[in-house]
């Protein structure tokens, strides 16, 4: 664990809403997470770029409060801290959107949105759910962040990826999220239903909101991305700001930089013996244009 200290930060610069500073997570004796650092802004997409095993889910398993980490610091709006469950970082304006979704098929939209924090009306044994109230708010927020469903009370299962991804997204910004994590949102989807959820990606981030994006696509990332953090294997192999970075240099960064240089001259067909048919390589002067 480092002892180094972290400089005071400027009074005048904006504090980060959340802040990893060589934050740690080990299992035993597997190191699923070193030394990673990571600043997330209002109105500004961080984006953690890696490869499967490369530690983006232990990542969001901390910032989401799943999984407290081992060393480094983590700190919400200049505060340290150490989340202890899910509800808590929740509570703290940190709202995760797996790539999983957990939305029930044959429920409507409405109800998905509200799903675990229905409002009621009435009291005592005339207390119910105040349908009207959830239908009008999902549609108005949905509206808001520029999603025209058809008709809120279809199952949300008949949404595309794309459209529920996005309900995910407008529900975290209703309930109060200052800081939005999304779990690799475009990693099932086609290229028309991705730009449709980048779109609102970059909604959430104009809306205020600091958003984690969590992917494997330099292309998609570098679309939307203010900051890149860049991982493998647990270990953080780079943090750039979009200023500093072309998409080229950051796609050969993510695609393992020397290391797949290496691996071209490794796979080069190698010239084949001339008793097995190949033919002998032409003297160099052969192969000039002597213009004759």
């Given at each position: ?9 400027d009074p005048?610069?904006?504090q980060p809403?959340?802040?990893l ?6 299992y ?11 600043e997330?802004?209002a109105?500004?997409?961080s984006c953690?770029?890696?490869?499967n095993?490369?530690?983006k889910s232990t990542?969001?398993?901390?910032i989401?409060g ?6 480094g ?7 340290d801290?150490?989340l202890?469950s899910?509800r ?7 709202a ?6 957990a939305?029930v098929?044959?429920m ?8 675990g924090?229905e409002p ?10 105040d349908?009207?109230?959830m ?5 108005t ?7 025209d469903?058809?008709d809120?009370d279809?199952?949300?299962?008949t ?5 529920r991804q996005?309900?995910a997204?407008?529900?975290a ?8 994590v ?7 989807l086609?290229?028309?239903q991705?730009g449709?959820v ?6 959430a981030r ?14 998609h ?6 900051r890149?953090v860049?991982?493998k294997r647990?270990?953080?192999?780079g943090?750039h ?12 960064q993510?695609a393992?930089g020397n290391e797949l240089?290496d691996?071209r001259h490794e796979?080069?067909r190698?010239p084949v013996?001339?008793?097995?048919g190949?033919h002998?390589a032409?003297?160099a002067?052969e ?5 004759e």
């Amino acid at each position: 664990m480092s002892t180094a200290k972290t400089p005071a930060p400027d009074p005048g610069e904006p504090q980060p809403l959340v802040e990893l500073d060589d934050v740690s997570k080990f299992y035993g004796n597997i190191r699923a997470l070193e030394g990673v650092s990571l600043e997330v802004h209002a109105g500004e997409i961080s984006c953690v770029l890696g490869d499967n095993g490369a530690g983006k889910s232990t990542l969001i398993k901390i910032i989401s409060g799943l999984h407290r980490h081992d060393a480094g610091t983590l700190r919400i709006e200049g505060e340290d801290t150490s989340l202890s469950s899910p509800r808590e970082a929740l509570d703290r304006g940190i709202a995760t959107v797996y790539q999983d979704l957990a939305v029930v098929p044959l429920m409507p939209v409405w109800r998905n949105f509200f799903l675990g924090s229905e409002p009621t009306r009435g009291k005592g044994p005339l207390k119910r759910l105040d349908v009207a109230r959830m239908r009008e708010t999902t549609r108005t927020e949905l509206l808001r962040m520029g999603i025209d469903l058809r008709d809120v009370d279809q199952p949300i299962g008949t949404l595309s990826g794309g459209e529920r991804q996005c309900v995910a997204i407008a529900r975290a910004v209703y309930f109060g999220a200052k800081v939005l994590v999304l779990d690799e949102p475009t990693a099932a989807l086609g290229v028309k239903q991705s730009g449709v959820v980048l779109k609102y990606v970059a909604a959430a981030r104009d809306a205020g909101l600091g958003v984690v994006l969590i992917t494997h696509n330099p292309h998609h990332a570098y679309l939307v991305g203010d900051r890149f953090v860049l991982l493998k294997r647990g270990a953080m192999t780079g943090s750039h700001l979009r200023a500093d970075i072309s998409l080229d240099e950051l796609t050969r960064q993510m695609a393992g930089g020397n290391e797949l240089e290496d691996l071209r001259h490794e796979l080069e067909r190698a010239p084949v013996p001339t008793h097995l048919g190949g033919h002998p390589a032409k003297p160099a002067q052969e192969t000039e244009n002597t213009g004759e």
